[in-house]
């Protein structure tokens, strides 16, 4: 069974970058036919894409987020990484690492979450 | 691209059906049959219940359906159960992106 966790500082600081980590486990993170995203939630408020990365390093991201954003790739850790730069208080949120079916709007496996504050 | 619009709220008795309503554009719900939905309970992350506007993943209820007509979808939740209150989000691909919607708190009466 696939499984996802997410990992990382829960504080950080204002104008400082926000890094977490995917560790994939029961499955590759090389597969052909996923890629792997980054989706958040602030605290009682919607849904938000940030980003996905394919094994090779093929990235795409949310335009609104997307010169703060970079994702990347450890295939030989099955991980896959965010970082945030600049961040404010309304980076606050829960982060979600998920696996993501190119092309579509289909994630179908993903971690529990954490949240991260952003406070001085 | 902005969220996708759904109702805040809806809810039914047990056993009736709900149907929420997911709206975009042709930049998104319109253009591509790439429409999902999530469901969510509290301090959880989020399920699939279904894809590809109407297709639903193996162990999903068969109580739950989507459609897709022009710019807006929709997810019907038939013979309603109490475990069936949650938060759904639809999503859609949109070239290069995904935006999710709202969401919409379903409350089984």
């Known amino acids: 069974q696939l499984q996802l966790q997410e990992s990382g500082p829960g504080l950080v600081k204002p104008s400082e970058t926000l890094s977490l980590t995917c560790t994939v486990s029961?499955?590759?993170?090389?597969?052909?036919?996923?890629?792997w995203g980054w989706i958040r939630q602030p605290p009682g408020k919607g849904l938000e894409w940030i980003g996905s990365?394919?094994?090779?390093?093929?990235?795409y991201y949310n335009p609104s987020l997307k010169s703060r954003v970079t994702i990347s790739v450890d295939t030989s850790k099955n991980q896959f990484s965010l970082k945030l730069s600049s961040v404010t208080a309304a980076d606050t949120a829960v982060y979600y690492c998920?696996?993501?079916?190119?092309?579509?709007?289909?994630?179908?496996?993903w971690g529990q979450g954490t949240l991260v504050t952003v406070s001085s | 691209q902005s969220a996708l619009t759904q109702p805040p709220s809806a809810s039914g008795s047990p056993g009736q059906s709900v149907t929420i309503s997911c709206t975009g554009t042709?930049?998104?719900?319109?253009?591509?049959?790439?429409v999902s939905w999530y469901q969510q309970h509290p301090g959880k992350a989020p399920k699939l219940m279904i894809y590809?506007?109407?297709k639903r993943p193996s162990g999903v209820p068969d109580r739950f359906s989507g459609s897709k007509s022009g710019n807006t979808a929709s997810l019907t939740v038939s013979g309603l159960q109490a475990e069936d209150e949650a938060d759904y989000y639809c999503?859609?691909?949109?070239?290069?992106?995904?935006?999710f919607g709202t969401g919409t708190k379903v409350t089984v009466l």
């Open positions: 998920a696996r993501h079916v190119p092309d579509t709007a289909n994630f179908d496996y």
């Open positions: 029961g499955g590759s993170i090389s597969s052909s036919s996923y890629y």
């Open positions: 990365i394919y094994y090779s390093g093929s990235t």
């Open positions: 042709s930049s998104d719900v319109g253009g591509y049959n790439y």
């Open positions: 590809e506007v109407s």
């Open positions: 999503s859609s691909y949109a070239g290069s992106n995904n935006v």
